[in-house]
């Protein structure tokens, strides 16, 4: 198993987190992430067969600072490039995330490295 730390102390924005990530882990595995949420899920799944354990520092610092209104600045951000079926989707994530509901960015983040069963993740 592919042990790798993720500096989340200094994370005050979704920039910052994407950062940290490619700092502590997916540069070490060959790539930058560019903050894409489907790239993230990649970059955990490759290369086929491989173990990770993902130690995040300050992971109540991230969840702090990656919450509704991280999430709702994403959304913003991409709405305009997604697939245009996606659309009514991403807007109605965006009223929810506006309003303070729903998921955060951080529970976002960490549904997707719990749905890669490879992936072992440490929260300090």
């Known amino acids: 198993m592919k042990a790798f730390t993720i500096d989340g ?30 790239a993230f899920n990649d970059f955990l799944s490759w290369p086929p067969e491989t173990n990770y354990e993902l130690e995040v520092l300050g992971a109540e610092t991230c969840g702090q600072h990656l919450g509704h209104a991280a999430k709702a600045a994403w959304l913003r951000a991409h709405i305009g490039t997604c697939h245009p079926s996606n659309v ?11 309003s303070g509901e729903g998921e955060t960015l951080f529970e976002v983040i960490l549904e997707i490295v719990a749905d890669n069963p490879q992936v072992r993740l440490v929260l300090r």
């Open 9 to 38: 102390r200094a994370v005050r924005s979704f920039e910052d987190f994407a950062e940290a990530v490619n700092a502590g882990f997916v540069r070490h595995i060959g790539g930058t992430w560019n903050g894409n949420l489907d």
């Open 88 to 98: 009514a989707d991403m807007k109605a994530r965006l009223v929810q995330a506006e």
